[in-house]
């Protein structure tokens, strides 16, 4: 993209400059040549430090905020190295304005958006997968999803890009429609409506208005995929201007795409697919029907059953995602995130799944709940009181209200709650032995993956 052209993308005057950038980056430490330099103010460290060491490395330009052109001496140094400062009002909007028209220059691409509570990085994962076997995709890399990783992704778009798939990210009031004006999605959809970042919200009705809004560029062409059977659907699918669908299983078997549905365990699920038998990879009900919401995205895009069914083969479990690591005990390592739907649901697949030994499940807190914290946390230990579990360890502050609740239950269970991170490390490796199954889940921010070291090498292979 040239300089004149993101300039005239935002609306500011430049003076006649020559060149343009090839790749745009938000650290100063992974510039590429010819790259453009975003300059983020932060909390703690703001970007415009950095624009002198991204000239340094081959940046040919910068966009900063105009008024920190002066504090950071921002001229000075693109004189000394030739480079272009595009100077706006704020960077983290300009960098969405500029992604919003960097996807313009590609009219033939379709572009699929991906939001919801949970699933969406499962989802767009497969239905790349599905997509790939017949087309040239884009799509995010990991969970780039934010205010800043969705339109850091667009940028990788290029010429021979057919279908760009893209999720979409929240924790704030707005976010979902600043990111639907950056994509403008001709597909969209909406895996589920759950209490993740409710804190934010305020409520799960609030998180429903909030992902309804990756529609509101929809002008009547557009193509909205909505869950069944989810308490939002009908709102979700009120007053869209766009087609709507509904995409799940019961769907799926009315289409007559879906029959022999088979629960094999942490082997996953078996089933046939428009008449050809498919083996699943992934355990678990909520991971199904995030395969069955990629094969809505395939069935839209126009993909075949038979690069549908390549899809549902290939796939594996992401990182900290029911992934099942089978050794001398069994581990379902389930702790990239947490909140009361998915936490309940790894529950329910470890309590129905067919185990012979222990079960241990080591549970951290769910966080950004919000002032539903506490009675998220107690309707926890309710849901515990009444599991299958053999042994219970609670982490975090917030599980406090979860071992308060089991021990006034007087539960006849070995329960344990600590906020110490060694602590736990310590009652675990006193506790587990040969032929336990194991099951780790909380938010992120816990680190629960920290604890397979204390399960050890002899534990898990």
């Not at 809004?213 to 909505?226: D, H, K, V």
């Not at 702790?335 to 936490?343: D, I, L, R």
């Not at 009675?375 to 309710?382: C, E, P, T, V």
Request: charged fraction near 25%.
């Amino acid at each position: 993209m040239s300089f004149a052209e993101a300039a005239q993308a935002l609306g500011e005057a430049l003076p006649d400059t020559q060149g343009g950038f090839s790749c745009v980056s938000i650290d100063s430490r992974e510039i590429e040549p010819d790259a453009l330099f975003v300059a983020l103010p932060g909390e703690k460290i703001d970007g415009h430090c950095f624009v002198k060491q991204a000239f340094l490395k081959g940046a040919s330009g910068a966009l900063v905020e105009k008024s920190k052109i002066v504090e950071y001496g921002l001229a000075a140094v693109a004189a000394e190295f030739h480079c272009t400062l595009l100077p706006v009002d704020k960077s983290q909007r300009a960098l969405q304005d500029l992604a919003a028209a960097y996807l313009r220059k590609f009219p033939r691409l379709l572009r699929v958006g991906i939001t919801g509570s949970s699933g969406k990085t499962t989802t767009k994962e497969i239905a790349a997968a599905m997509a790939s076997c017949e087309k040239k995709v884009i799509c995010n890399s990991g969970n780039l999803n934010s205010e800043t990783g969705l339109p850091l992704s667009v940028f990788k778009t290029r010429p021979e890009h057919e279908i760009g798939i893209f999720e979409l990210g929240m924790n704030r009031t707005g976010e979902i429609a600043e990111l639907a004006a950056v994509l403008e999605p001709q597909i969209a959809l909406i895996t589920n409506i759950g209490s993740a970042h409710i804190g934010n919200l305020g409520s799960k009705a609030g998180i429903a208005a909030e992902k309804k809004a990756i529609f509101s560029r929809f002008t009547g062409n557009e193509r909205g995929l909505i869950p069944e059977n989810d308490e939002f659907s009908s709102f979700l699918g009120e007053n869209i201007k766009g087609s709507i669908r509904l995409f799940g299983e019961e769907s799926a078997r009315q289409q007559k795409k879906l029959t022999d549905l088979a629960d094999v365990g942490f082997d996953g699920w078996e089933f046939k697919w428009e008449g050809e038998a498919v083996s699943f990879a992934l355990p678990g009900y909520h991971n199904l029907r995030d395969a069955f919401a990629a094969a809505a995205i395939a069935d839209e895009i126009g993909i075949s059953a038979e690069a549908v069914r390549a899809g549902f083969r290939s796939a594996r479990p992401l990182f900290g995602r029911s992934e099942i690591i089978k050794g001398p005990v069994t581990l379902i390592r389930d702790c990239y995130n947490a909140n009361p739907e998915s936490m309940a649901a790894a529950i329910e697949f470890c309590d129905t799944a067919a185990w012979k030994g222990r079960r241990v499940y080591v549970l951290g807190s769910m966080l950004e709940l919000g002032h539903d914290s506490v009675s998220a946390h107690i309707d926890l230990g309710k849901r515990l009181a009444s599991c299958q579990a053999d042994a219970i360890f609670l982490f975090g502050k917030e599980t406090e209200s979860s071992g308060a609740f089991l021990r006034e239950s007087g539960l006849k269970k070995n329960i344990f709650q600590t906020n110490d991170i060694n602590d736990l490390k310590a009652l675990l490796s006193c506790f587990i032995r040969e032929g336990d199954m194991i099951l780790l889940k909380g938010s992120r921010s816990l680190s629960l993956e920290r604890l397979c070291d204390t399960i050890g090498e002899w534990f898990v292979s």
